[in-house]
Structure formats: C-alpha cells, structure tokens
Nanobody, 117 residues
C-alpha cells in the first residue's frame, strides 16, 4: 500500500517562495507519474501541475512561477513555488502512481499554503 506524505506548506508573504515535497513509501518502484492539485476554501479542487516523465504540464495560473520536479532516488516529488500570490492560498495535495501506469493513484493528506498580502 502506497503512502504519500505532503509537506512544506506554511505562511508566506506575497512574492515569497515555498517548496512542497511529496514523499512516497510502502510500494516497490519509482513514481510513474505525479502531480499537484489544490483546493481553496469554498472552491473545487483544481489542477496545478503534473509530471509524467516526458511531459510537465502547468495550470495557466501558475506557469512561469511554479516548477514541478522529482528525485527518483528518494522517490519524492517537489513543487517549487515562487512569486506567490494571495490567490495561491489553498491546501495542496500531491498524487502519484508508483511503479507503472496500471498502478492505482494515491493521494497525499494535503499541506496548507497561506500567502498574505
């Protein structure tokens, strides 16, 4: 059974940076693909970024500010967030499939990011 642990959230001023981490454990294999979603209060969960080995994709709202990456040796994914805006405030969730495209999608528990103006 795969466990994903999100971390790295916090309170930051507008214009600041944070790096979120998504550590996978419990199943043999590396992250086949992974990504991040976020959910702000009163809003639906929305796509932020994804990485499927050959392609990285970003929501228009974060392009040029956020960078998704991974360290396969650590089986950990990251989301570097720069030039943060108050509208980036949300709970951020990572998701990943470990091993292959046939593996089930696992989700982290979420990490809170709060950007003050």
């Amino acid at each position: 059974q795969v466990q994903l642990v999100d971390s790295g959230g916090g309170l930051v001023q507008a214009g600041g940076s944070l790096r979120l981490s998504c550590a996978a454990s419990g199943r043999a294999g590396v992250m086949y693909d992974m990504g991040w979603y976020r959910q702000a209060p009163g809003k639906e969960r929305e796509f932020v970024a994804s990485d499927n080995w050959s392609t990285t994709t970003y929501a228009d709202s974060v392009k040029g500010r956020f960078t998704i990456s991974r360290d396969n040796a650590k089986n950990t994914g990251y989301l570097q967030m720069n030039s943060l805006k108050p509208e980036d405030t949300a709970v951020y969730y990572c998701h990943a499939r470990i091993g292959s495209v046939l593996s089930p999608v696992s989700w982290g528990q979420g990490t809170q990011v709060t950007v003050s103006s």
